[in-house]
Every structure is written in C-alpha cells, then in structure tokens.
C-alpha cells in the first residue's frame, strides 16, 4: 500500500494518542498506567519479570503495531494465540517463532517455551503465520519490569493503532471496503468509499469486506474479526 504518516493509537490506560514509537516513551511515563501497576501489585498475583514487546507487522510496522505486557510465566503459545485473534487467524494455517529476525537462519522456538527464558536470550522475535500467503510479524522486548500482572491473562494490551485511513480508489475519500476482484484481477487498490461500494460491479469474490484493523486484511481471504482475545 502507499506510503502513509506514522498511524497513531490509543493508550489504553489514559487514552491519548501517540504513534507506535512515541508511545514507547509514553507508556514508560503514563500516570494512569503508574496506578494500574500500583493496583495490580497490592493483588495476590505471583510477582515475576513482566515483558514490554513492541509488536508490528514486518511490511508495514508504522501502520500496524501494539503494545503488550507478557508475563515472564506465559508460554510463546499464548502469544500465538493472541496474535492469531487481534490479527492474524484465517484457517488455521502452521506459524512458528524465529529467535531474531531471520526465519530459518535463527533458531526455530518451541511453543512451550516461557518468556522469561526466551527473552533472557533474544530481544527479538519473528512470527509467522501461514507459510504460503505469509504474515510476518515482529516482536521486540522494549522494557521488562518485575511486578505482578495487570490482569488474571498472560498478556495485557497496552495499546493498539487506529485502523489506518487509505483513500477509495475512484474518489480519494477514506475507503470502507475492499473488493478482492479489483486488487486480484484488476491490480487496483480495491479500495471503496461507502458510497462508491453501493455500485460497484464486482461479486466474483463475494460480496466487499468491510475493512478491518489488521496487516491481514484481503490475503488469504482474511476479514476479521480483528478483535483481542481479552
Ligand atoms: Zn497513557
Ligand atoms: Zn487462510
Ligand atoms: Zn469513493
Ligand atoms: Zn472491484
């Protein structure tokens, strides 16, 4: 896709915006994520190293990225898991966790492993979802603090991108759908306004998909639904 500005997202302590590096630095400051801390360390969660990972997509990481807070306690599966839901999941395919950014030169992970072991020896991963139509996505360890978690799960979102805003292809207006004969047959965006979707000829592919936020949407026929597990 075209060349766009850093996309901002949300904090989902305070709510302010920032974009994915800037909220690097807000979230180390946010007072509102000082008290969920404060909280969550007078809780009788069990205290551990606690993992801050800047997650982005590999081809478009200013478009697409989170901010997560994994326990040291969590196995690279929940991880999986939680990639395949917010982002990823169209049926099932095989993915697998590369230590460093290399698939197939660094060492392939075993999905049981803890992420305090493997973050004690990369501070970087790379996941891949489906080895035909490929999703690549990175993980780096931005911070790591010792503290019980936020909440009861494995992982906590701590901030996720706005769906990003790209133009219709016939009027420039910011698109809603995407018609998957157009990108496919046509070598067009297949990007739609609302209002330009109502005529457009195309069903050779289904009906348009509503867009959704994620690097996955249109490949493998993905369509959502994009949303966390929890
Ligand atoms: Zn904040
Ligand atoms: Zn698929
Ligand atoms: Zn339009
Ligand atoms: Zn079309």
Known sequence: MARQKQNRGA????GKDYTRAGMKKHLAACPDR????QKADASKRKSQPLYHLVVYD??????????LEMNGSAELEDLDRYLR?????CCGHMSTFFAGKAAYRDP??????????????TAELLHIY???TSSETMVEVADVREGRPLAKHPIALMARNHPPEYPCMECDKPARY??????IEEDETGLLCEEDAKDHPHDEYGPLMPMVNSPRMGMCGYDGPAEPPY
Do not use: P, T
């Not at 999905?111 to 004690?120: I, L, Q, Y």
């Open 58 to 67: 590999a081809c478009d990481k200013n478009n697409y990225w989170l901010h």
């Open 130 to 132: 489906d080895f035909g």
């Open 178 to 183: 995407l018609c998957m004969e157009c990108q």
């Open 11 to 14: 904090c989902a302590f305070c």
């Open 85 to 89: 839901a917010i982002w990823l999941e």
């Open 34 to 37: 000082k008290k969920a801390i």
């Open 108 to 121: 392939e992970l075993e999905r049981d492993e803890k992420a305090g072991d493997v973050f004690s020896e």
